[in-house]
């Protein structure tokens, strides 16, 4: 599976951007993708994931702003973003886990995409 991010730019605070990530077809859909970000000389952290089942999961600081979902037939996961912050500014990246426990560890996930850029000016 390859993935392929798109959706990034630069929005004023308040704005939103919606985020998608584009799996190549495969005879195997992961069981959990997620969204990942990271800001220059930090940890990358997680955002967002969400199973084959459609639980999510969302970290604490975008809880009620961001939303996860995805589309198997598409092959396609989303990130609704609202109510942005500049502290959303970072590089956002899609990864898909191929076990079946769907977490934030980013050693569970095996597939990356190749990151895409938000910016939140105030």
């Known amino acids: 599976v390859r993935l392929v991010e798109s959706g990034g730019g630069s929005v004023q605070a308040g704005g939103s951007l919606r985020l998608s990530c584009a799996a190549s077809?495969?005879?195997?859909?992961?069981?959990?993708m997620g969204w990942f970000r990271q800001v220059p000389g930090k940890e990358r952290t997680g955002v967002a994931n969400?199973?084959?089942?459609?639980?999510?999961r969302v970290a604490d600081s975008v809880k009620g702003r961001f939303t996860i979902s995805r589309d198997n037939a598409r092959n396609t996961l989303y990130l609704q973003m609202n109510s942005l912050k500049p502290e959303d500014t970072a590089m956002y990246y899609c990864?898909?886990?191929?076990?079946?426990?769907?977490?934030?560890?980013?050693?569970?996930?095996?597939?990356w995409g190749q990151g895409t850029q938000v910016t939140v000016s105030s």
């Open positions: 077809r495969s005879s195997n859909i992961p069981y959990c």
């Open positions: 990864a898909a886990a191929s076990g079946e426990i769907c977490s934030f560890e980013e050693t569970r996930y095996n597939i």
């Open positions: 969400i199973n084959l089942d459609g639980v999510t």
